[in-house]
């Protein structure tokens, strides 16, 4: 699976963005799907991941309620709709895919990762 993130860019804090990860090859709607971020000198974190049935969804504590993933597998692509965006969600924004059922929080759980897209939000 090749995947390959894009929609980032720079907006003002209160703003919204959407991400787009679209993803190659067949099997696309068998795999879990996440998003991570990271932001300079830090690690990168979970931020929100999906099921392959679009079923369940997890995300972040520092993102619920703000940020929403879902998937259209009929375009073999996961969205992230980022709303009232913060200067802390600054960051450069990589999805990743699972072979793992249910929604997956934690980078050793992936198996294909895109390159990222950067977020960066003003104050």
């Known amino acids: 699976v090749q995947l390959q993130a894009s929609g980032g860019g720079l907006v003002q804090a209160g703003g919204s963005l959407r991400l787009s990860c679209a993803a190659s090859?067949?099997?696309?709607?068998?795999?879990?799907m996440g998003w991570f971020r990271q932001a300079p000198g830090k690690e990168r974190d979970f931020v929100a991941s999906i099921n392959w049935r679009a079923s369940s969804t997890s995300y972040s504590d520092s993102v619920r309620g703000r940020f929403t993933i879902s998937r259209d597998d009929a375009k073999n692509t996961v969205y992230l709709q980022m709303n009232s965006l913060k200067p802390e969600d600054t960051a450069v924004y990589y999805c990743a895919a699972s072979r793992l059922g249910y929604p997956r929080t934690h980078l050793y759980e992936y198996d294909y990762w895109g390159q990222g897209t950067q977020v960066t939000v003003s104050s």
């Open positions: 090859g067949r099997t696309f709607s068998s795999y879990t």
